[in-house]
Each structure stands twice: as C-alpha cells, then as structure tokens.
C-alpha cells in the first residue's frame, strides 16, 4: 500500500501568495524528500529532511517534518506561475533498502 | 553523464509484444531504482541495483518483467508479453547513496502505451 497520502490533492494561488502543501506517512523514516515533477517530465529533487531534522529551508522553498505526527509540510512563498507543478512527498522508511515510498501528490496551479 | 538518460522517450506496443526500456545512469553513482508511474500520480518501486547486483527486487511483478545492470551497458527493464495494465511511465532514478543520503535523481522516463 502507497505509505504517503498529501493534502490538498489540488490547489489554484495567485502569483505572489503562498502555497503549502502537507504529506503523511505511516512507518518509521530515516528522510523525507519532496519533488516537483512538470507536466510530462521527470522528478526534479527539491529538498531532504532527515528524521533528526525539524525544519529546513531552500530559497522560498520552507520543509517541516514532525515524526511524532508522522507529517511534513512544504511551503513555497512568493509563489510564481513557473512554479506550476505537481508536487511529491517521498520516504526512505526505516529499515528498508533505499526505496523512496512516494505521496500521492499535490497539483499546484498558480496563476499569474 | 551529469544526468539520468532514458531511452526511448515513448514506446507503443500491441499486447502481448516485448517491450525494452533503457536507462544510463550518472557516471559514479552506483545505486538504480526503477518506478513505475500510473495516470500521473501513484509512484510504484519496482527494483534497485547496486552496480550489475540487483538491491531490491521486492516491487518487481513476478512475471513477465525483468531487469539487468549490466558493466559499461545502460541498465535495462524488459516487460515481456506486455498488458494493457503495463501502461505507464518508467522512470529510472540513480544515487550515489553517500553520508547516509539516498537522494535519487530521476531521468525523463519512458512513456509505455500497450494498445
């Protein structure tokens, strides 16, 4: 069974605001990426948490993780119309051998 | 290369054909994953490499698919008498799994369309 589940499945902003997006997991976690996938391209890698790790940030790019509640959440401020994308939370459980258990995913449509 | 290199881009085969996918990693990563992407959300790990070792095999169909990293070839996911349902996007992802870090990079992925 898929481990990540992301809210909202579908968000429309305008140019300028912030948008965020949360993920849950079920097991134990040593990291949690987050990807931005483009329609009909590939995963672009945006940015790791590591299970020790609270908060971590990368440009207008804001990762929380709280394992307590197994939940993360990815904020991206300013938002622009470039940012279009649909975004993907991933897990590397505990345990396991390096596969990434990927969310369901966020479709972000930002408008200019 | 500086990136993850799949070929071809788009495949159609009727069912029952052969398919073959490849994908070149980054030069000097050691670890493959190959995922399987369905109507353009659910992401399924299919199978990872060590090298020409195979890691994970546990996401693998039992029949029909198979994978190989071979020395100095691109590694390789055959789906032999293909169905309907194989209809995805393959995706091939490589790390240099280094400071206990499994941060993948993904290629553009291969479009499968069974008819």
């Known amino acids: 069974s898929q481990q990540g589940e992301e809210d909202p499945q579908a968000l429309s902003i305008q140019e300028g605001e912030n948008a965020t997006m949360n993920c849950s997991y079920k097991?134990?976690?040593?990291?949690l990426q987050w990807y931005r996938q483009n329609s009909g391209r590939g995963l672009v890698h945006l940015i790791l948490i590591r299970s020790n790790e609270r908060e971590k940030h990368s440009g207008r790019l804001r990762v929380t993780l709280d394992t307590s509640k197994k939940s993360s959440s990815l904020l991206i401020t300013a938002s622009r119309a470039a940012d279009t994308a649909s975004y993907f939370c991933?897990?590397?459980?505990?345990?396991?051998?390096?596969?990434?258990?990927f969310g369901t995913g966020t479709r972000l449509q930002v408008f200019p | 290369g500086e990136e993850v290199a799949q070929t071809p881009k788009h495949l159609v085969r009727g069912e029952g054909q052969k398919a073959k996918l490849y994908c070149a990693p980054i030069?000097?990563?050691?670890?493959v994953f190959w995922y399987q992407q369905v109507l353009k959300n659910e992401f399924k790990f299919l199978i990872s490499f060590q090298n020409e070792n195979v890691f994970d095999e546990t996401g693998m169909p039992k029949e029909r698919f198979s994978a190989k990293c071979l020395p100095n070839s691109p590694c390789s996911l055959e789906i032999q008498a293909t169905k309907l349902e194989d209809s995805a996007v393959y995706f091939c992802?490589?790390?240099?799994?280094?400071?206990?870090?499994?941060?993948?990079?993904f290629g553009p992925g291969t479009r499968l369309t069974v008819l």
């Open positions: 097991t134990s976690i040593n990291n």
């Open positions: 991933a897990t590397d459980a505990m345990g396991n051998t390096d596969k990434l258990i």
């Open positions: 992802a490589s790390s240099p799994r280094t400071s206990g870090s499994n941060e993948q990079f």
């Open positions: 030069k000097g990563h050691s670890y």
